[in-house]
């Protein structure tokens, strides 16, 4: 998912005063920081499962690179990044450790930046299916549980976690297909442009990272994908309602 080609040590210095600073903040607010143990759930399958997905469609295309590597594994200390996993949680905005695959080894029967298209795309599709899920499970326990459970300390607790799990996962979706390099969108787009703006988009793709990390440290990126967030997860929850 996330693969920088440039030194990372000024990147992580900049993580890191993100981080400092929204642990202050959290210090000051018990609210909030109870929130984020809340999300801590959420961010643990969000990643693993979206890790997991991608080597696992490079696998089922023929690339056996994630396997030999362990990644074909739903622990979730085989792909967690510390740096990514702490942006997810402290600033909603993270990645999991990259699955490396190797495009020449896909199946002949389809191109390799198909392949590729293909394998980028399974991470943000496994998140949505899992808020889906989530989403599902969310609905049985409110109708079935009991007014008891819900309004007890444990029961408000599961909901809320239930809750933080579809929102972090509609949120590391969305985020990912952002199409702009390293995220899986760039990828995913590449087979729908035409050649002229396919090669533009090759040879120009570290200004194109440049781009997004502007966006991203200055949080114009959350700012404008939020709405999109928030709609999706208010639609699947609806759906998920009407289903049940």
């Known amino acids: 998912m996330f693969n920088f080609s440039y030194d990372k040590r000024v990147l992580y210095i900049i993580i890191a005063i993100l981080v400092a600073i929204s642990l202050t903040n959290l210090i000051a607010s018990p609210t909030e920081l109870f929130k984020i143990l809340l999300g ?35 622990n979730p200390f085989a792909h967690l990044d510390p740096i990514g996993t702490l942006m997810l949680v402290f600033l909603g905005i993270g990645w999991g450790k990259p699955v490396h695959v190797n495009p020449s080894n896909y199946t002949r029967k389809i191109s390799m930046e198909k392949g590729e298209a293909i394998v980028s795309a399974a991470g943000p599709i496994i998140n949505i299916i899992l808020a889906f899920v989530f989403g599902i499970i969310y609905w049985l326990v409110y109708k079935f549980a009991g007014e008891a459970f819900l309004s007890s300390t444990v029961g408000i607790i599961i909901m809320l976690m ?62 404008i994908i939020s709405p999109a967030i928030s709609w999706l997860a208010s639609g699947i929850m609806n759906i998920c309602s009407l289903i049940l």
């Open 162 to 223: 239930i809750q933080s799990t579809i929102v972090t996962n509609v949120g590391l979706g969305i985020f990912n297909l952002i199409p702009l390099p390293p995220l899986d969108g760039s990828k995913v787009i590449m087979p729908f442009l035409p050649y002229k703006a396919k090669q533009f988009f090759i040879n120009n793709e570290q200004i194109f990272y440049l781009v997004f990390i502007v966006l991203w440290i200055s949080g114009l990126a959350g700012r």
């Open 40 to 74: 801590l759930p959420g961010v643990l399958i969000a990643i693993t499962f979206h890790e997991f997905a991608h080597g696992f469609v490079a696998y089922k295309l023929g690339d056996n690179t994630a396997k030999l590597e362990g990644r074909l594994s739903l």
